[in-house]
């Protein structure tokens, strides 16, 4: 079993609708990260959390340390939203597991 | 923030050849990353390299096959030797920016045929 698993893998929606991807992890961890991979490869980060919850623009993303879950919510979406989302968690050693990713397509 | 550059962005190499990938960063950091992203996989992380001693390897990485240097505080390479098609990957480097978060470069797209 992976230390984070991400669901779902994939997911289609149309443009403007609510969208959640959730990210369960078991170990201990210092912080979660959510991560954005667009098709050429390259990575962003989009938070960086250890408790409670964030927001920039349309992304929330919140954390329930003692269940071990977070979940990204993307508000209003738009086919730009379209990537790879990443969950990664790091453990004090500034190195970083990896959740498998959720490939996201929004259609117009 | 911290700005990463890498280089070559993708390259289509021959077999038993070997590639060296650099990073660059527009800051001083202590610790630099090396991930390997096989197609449709995750992120693996290789190793860990710190300025001015040996890199730190992740189980199943070694240095004979992936030697990386560390001259300074900004900038590091990274070299797959001996490549074999199962190389194929995207290769990224990223920093930590204490307190801040993870920065990642935009990763380098190899092919070995």
């Known amino acids: 079993k992976n230390e984070v698993e991400q669901s779902p893998q994939n997911l289609t929606a149309q443009e403007g609708e609510f969208i959640t991807i959730n990210c369960s992890y078991s170990?201990?961890?210092?912080?979660l990260h959510w991560l954005q991979q667009h098709p050429g490869g390259g990575i962003v980060s989009l938070f960086m959390?250890?408790?409670g919850k964030k927001k920039h623009g349309r992304l929330i993303a919140t954390i329930n340390i003692q269940e071990k879950h977070s979940s990204l919510h993307i508000t209003a979406s738009h086919p730009r939203d379209s990537a790879v989302y990443i969950c990664?968690?790091?453990?004090?050693?500034?190195?970083?597991?990896f959740g498998q990713g959720t490939r996201l397509t929004i259609n117009p | 923030s911290a700005v990463i550059s890498q280089k070559p962005s993708r390259d289509i190499c021959q077999r038993g050849t070997s590639l060296t990938i650099q990073c660059q960063v527009d800051?001083?950091?202590?610790?630099m990353f090396w991930y390997r992203q096989q197609p449709g996989q995750s992120l693996t992380l290789i190793a860990t390299?710190?300025?001015?001693?040996?890199?730190?390897?992740e189980s199943g990485f070694v240095i004979d096959k992936f030697p990386i240097s560390r001259p300074n505080l900004t900038f590091s390479t990274l070299t797959v030797s001996n490549m074999s098609p199962e190389d194929s990957s995207i290769y990224l480097c990223?920093?930590?920016?204490?307190?801040?978060?993870?920065?990642f470069g935009p990763g380098t797209r190899l092919t070995v045929l």
């Open positions: 990664a968690v790091s453990q004090g050693a500034q190195k970083l597991v």
């Open positions: 990223s920093v930590w920016v204490t307190g801040r978060e993870q920065f």
């Open positions: 800051s001083q950091v202590t610790m």
């Open positions: 959390l250890s408790s």
């Open positions: 170990v201990g961890i210092s912080a």
């Open positions: 390299a710190n300025q001015g001693s040996e890199a730190t390897y």
